[in-house]
């Protein structure tokens, strides 16, 4: 299954990762950012409908110059004391957020429609694979309609939520390791989607649905294989 998963993943289709039962019991629909389209946008609002985000591999991120939002909320506590106290010390499934900042391409309008949106996110992905940090701030500006996350340092090795899963996809697939997630919601329950609903929709849709531990098994093969 992971080699269908990385075959899709590299031709731009849309892959499902259920993360574990264990941490967020959700699965994600993720797609490489570089092949970002409009109509991507479009299913992931529609089919997925949770909090679209953008992983960055801690690589990338630091070639950015981008920060964990909690590092931004320590280092202004002092002028805004509630930042201290909003600290997410209490998250029931992990240690740390992974959210850093959210951005808009600077040619989007409001940034939110899936044309914007999706302009944000393919523009981000090429400035990366093409070297050009130097010019984040020229062609992005923040606050905007597209949160990005810091993976963490080795991303599944040290932590497994959909963000490090991204990131592990992408460089098993040999591409820029950048990506889209967003969390498959359920209409009736009013929570995530459960497993054998998220099943039939990816035969329904002829995709590709894997767990986190297949994603995990397969990056440390792959990274013995080095």
């Given at each position: ?5 990385l ?11 259920f ?19 409009p ?20 690589q ?5 110059g ?8 320590e280092a202004?506590?002092d002028k ?8 997410p ?5 992990d ?13 989007t309008?409001?940034?939110i ?18 070297d050009?940090y ?15 996350l810091?993976a ?9 939520g959909?963000?490090e ?5 992408a ?7 950048v ?10 329950s009013?929570?995530?989607m ?19 531990a ?13």
């Open positions: 299954m992971i080699n269908k998963a075959a899709a993943f590299k031709k731009g289709e849309i892959v499902l990762i993360d574990d039962d264990n941490r967020e019991r959700e699965t994600d629909m993720i797609v490489a950012a570089e092949f970002m389209t109509q991507h946008m479009t299913t992931l609002r529609n089919d997925a409908g949770g909090l679209l985000c953008v992983p960055l591999s801690s990338i991120s630091d070639k950015l981008i920060p964990f939002m909690t590092d931004i909320m202004a506590s805004y004391p509630v930042l201290a106290e909003l600290s010390t209490d998250i029931p499934y240690e740390k957020s992974a959210f850093s900042i959210t951005i808009n391409h600077r040619k309008f409001t940034g429609t899936d044309n914007d949106r999706a302009c944000t996110i393919k523009e981000l992905a090429l400035l990366c694979k093409n050009e130097q010019n984040f701030g020229k062609y992005f500006r923040s606050p905007g309609h597209v949160t990005l810091r963490a340092e080795g991303h599944v090795l040290n932590r497994r959909h963000t899963l991204s990131i592990a996809l460089e098993m697939a040999g591409i820029t390791p990506a889209v997630c967003c969390e498959m919601m359920d209409d009736t009013k929570n995530s459960i497993t054998d609903d998220v099943e039939k929709y990816a035969q329904k849709n002829n995709l590709v649905f894997l767990s986190g297949e994603v995990v098994d397969a990056y440390k093969e792959f990274r013995e294989s080095k």
